[in-house]
């Protein structure tokens, strides 16, 4: 069926239809890549040395002989891990979009071979180097985001789910960092995904609720730069910070009752380590209460010590926005309901506008 290099713009918009290869090594693939794409790698990390160390000492011939004596013996088990990769996304689908590091060899071989079995093949003019170009000017965007506020205990997340239910424009910032944003977020969840992991998700994902809801603007949380062990990259941030707020006003009982019952089925070891990790922003006093009420399984006593913590917090958050600050609209509300919630501010932004 031929095989076609398209730029990324091309690449990134059929990676949501289509199966995508990516044939770099194992380390490079585990470190990030392309959102959904599948690891097929020509060369394992030792493989992909030698031949690196061929191409740089002797020459690029000889780097290429090296290259088919490592490829030739796995060619039918690729092309059978290829075959069943499509069939799971589509079985009717003939099409695959195979990429490399800098869209050379690795690919093309690759390519040929997917050719040569009959589907139509993609690839990434540039490799991934030039998606990573890509994730980065996006990124550097000044995309029109809303922000949803809230104390913390406020349900935002859950709020965001039940607006992009709605049909909202929602990027799930905590969700694409693996992370629930404060010293408990990491707790019962998987390892966090690199930085440009991160970043690439991110990307992506904006791509994709620009390209559903091109009229409206994106509900983001509003988040601290950093979540967990990732940042949200530098520009973007202080586009956040600038952009309108809807600020969930919900009274601490509810939200301290919120995060008990979210909280406070965690592993006690786990919850008294995320304390002690942030006993010298909480101080030493808070630190000694919340680990004494922890002990005595005083769950209520515990989290009103750190809820009154992430208040303060919150608050000179807001307060320390740079002029001109942006605006801040807020929506009155007793408990902390996703659907609810999210119902009131739909019909205060509809009333807006």
Known sequence: MGIEKIPVEQFVQLSQIHTVIDVRSNAEYSHAHIPGASSIPLFNDEERAVVGTIYKQESREEAIKKGLDLFGPKMKEMLLTAERLIKEKNPEDKT?????WRGGMRSAAVAWLLDLYGFKVYTLVGGYKTFRNWVLNELGKKHEFQILGGNTGSGKTIVLH??????????????????KGSAFGNIGLPKQPSQEMFENKLAIAIKIEKEKYP??????????????????????WTHMRKC?????????????????????????????????????????????????????????????????YYDKQYSKGLQNR???????????????????NALKIIQQKNGRN
């Open 96 to 100: 695959v979009l195979v990429h490399c």
């Open 162 to 179: 039940s607006l992009k239910s709605m049909n909202e424009a929602v990027v799930d910032l905590e969700g694409l960092a693996g992370h």
């Open 215 to 236: 009229d409206t603007k994106i509900w983001l949380e509003d988040e601290s730069q950093r979540i967990g062990t990732v940042n949200i990259p530098q520009t973007m």
């Open 244 to 308: 309108e707020i809807v600020f969930l006003n919900i009274p601490f009982g509810s939200r301290l009752n919120y995060l008990v019952d979210t909280y406070g089925i965690l592993d006690w070891v786990a919850l008294k380590d995320a304390i002690v990790r942030i006993q010298k922003r909480l101080g030493g006093l808070e630190t000694k209460t919340a680990i004494a009420a922890l002990e005595e399984k005083n769950m209520h006593g515990c989290f009103e010590v750190l809820l009154k």
């Open 322 to 340: 740079e002029e001109p600050k942006p605006e801040i609209f807020v929506v009155d509300t007793e408990v902390v309901n996703d659907m609810d």
